[in-house]
């Protein structure tokens, strides 16, 4: 039976499940997952599933599969290989709503718009898309073919975003399958029997707060998953966090006598920052620059509120930034954080990158020391942090900072990076 806003009452947490599955290649993840999405909540209609490579400047089409007709994936890669890379960046990119229909998220474009009817002419009204990222360049999409052209729900808007959060932790655990096939594996950092009751704990688990915390989260996990639990599916995607602490993931563990068990294992992303903020700053700061709200940040970290904020805060005092806009501006999917690689050789952190490119003849002005301070500030170092590497003191650097903008005639990073950069536009591959 279908419902007036378009759900089905089917089992929301049955998808969440789906998600963390490490059974299989990619592909048959793939296909579970979608046969998971078409039982519960599409059935009787067309569906797709696909992996997706995503850069700041690349998207590749991966594993594909489908529920309905063969034209529904030539559809889809038709779309994807015609739509402009604004469109597609609009649709898929890391920095889009996690849950919309096509026609809302693209046509108010009037290329894309007319894009849009020429490929679906007989073949589709309309799709509600769900995107999920792992935050380490991979993602996944769900098609939902859709009757009639219309906006997401608020409904679907809702649970689905939810789904989209373990989805994507789900992504990253796949990368660590093998491993995570021994209760030994380093990754695996507490160990709950199928009761809920703690058998073994290490790294950052080992603490009394953490253990406690764990405990909770299992046994709110396993409540969802309950007969009765799975009734109420905003409760039950409320209650099960995709991430815990900003830490870890819940995950199904079954030893060779079928025992299950629950273990905890560190799911977070852990990337080098050279700029001076905190691993949970950094986290925060990255997915804040994709557009989302203090309170989805938090279900994503499984963090409060008022502590993503705190996070906010103390990142933009860090980077000498004057406004939330522009904190927010710097860690777009197209900004210059995401344009820029971290790597380590020896003891240094480096930031590489083919983009933004400086406009060389915007340099002149500069002398030796403010260009290599200039370099710094675009990729993000806070004036103690530049202060530290060129061996000088923070009042002098802040001097520098101040010449360079007098200079150009600008008041702040955000300008200076528009000032002197040259985006690369975003190009699709498969």
Not at 197 to 220: F, G, P, Y
Not at 240 to 262: K, M, P
Not at 375 to 390: F, K, P
Request: include cysteine.
């Amino acid at each position: 039976m279908i419902r007036k806003s378009g759900l089905r009452r089917g089992d929301w947490i049955a998808v969440v499940e789906a998600g963390y599955s490490l059974d299989g290649d990619d592909l048959t993840w793939l296909n579970h997952l979608l046969d998971c999405v078409a039982r519960e909540h599409w059935s009787g209609q067309s569906s797709a599933a696909f992996t997706f490579g995503l850069s700041a400047t690349d998207f590749a089409l991966r594993d594909v599969t489908i529920r309905g007709p063969r034209e529904i994936e030539n559809h889809l890669r038709a779309s994807l290989a015609v739509v402009s890379p604004a469109g597609l960046n609009q649709a898929y990119g890391s920095g889009s709503a996690p849950v919309g229909t096509v026609s809302e998220l693209i046509f108010h474009r009037v290329n894309d718009k007319e894009t849009f009817k020429k490929t679906n002419t007989d073949v589709v009204a309309d799709v509600l898309r769900i995107v999920a990222h792992s935050g380490t360049g991979r993602g996944l999409g769900l098609t939902l073919v859709l009757d009639t052209v219309r906006n997401s729900t608020q409904a679907e808007r809702r649970r689905w975003t939810r789904c989209a959060a373990h989805m994507g932790a789900g992504l990253r655990l796949r990368a660590m399958a093998r491993e995570l096939a021994s209760l030994d594996a380093k990754p695996i950092e507490a160990i709950f029997d199928g009761g809920g009751k703690l058998c073994h704990a290490r790294e950052a688990a080992t603490s009394k707060s953490a253990r406690e915390l764990l405990r909770t989260a299992v046994r709110k996990a396993d409540k969802a998953r309950s007969a009765s639990g799975r009734l109420n599916a905003d409760k039950a995607l409320e209650a099960w966090e995709a991430l815990i602490r900003g830490r870890w993931s819940l995950v199904d563990h079954f030893d060779s006598d079928q025992r299950r068990f629950v273990v905890a294992v560190r799911n977070d992303l852990r990337s080098l920052d050279p700029r001076g903020l905190s691993l949970r700053e950094r986290q925060v700061v990255e997915h804040a620059g994709q557009g989302r709200s203090a309170k989805e940040i938090g279900y994503l970290l499984g963090a409060p509120a008022a502590s993503v904020e705190n996070s906010l805060r103390r990142a933009q005092a860090k980077l000498g930034l004057r406004s939330r806009v522009e904190l927010i501006a710097f860690f777009a999917p197209h900004g210059l954080r995401a344009q820029l690689a971290e790597i380590v050789v020896g003891e240094d952190t480096l930031l590489m990158g083919t983009a933004p490119r400086l406009n060389e003849t915007k340099l002149a002005s500069l002398t030796s020391a403010e260009r290599e301070v200039t370099a710094l500030l675009i990729a993000g170092s806070t004036n103690h942090d530049i202060a530290q590497r060129r061996a000088t003191s923070a009042r002098t650097v802040a001097n520098q900072v101040q010449a360079i903008f007098r200079k150009y005639g600008i008041r702040s990073r955000s300008e200076l990076i528009a000032c002197l950069s040259n985006p690369t536009p975003l190009s699709v591959g498969n």
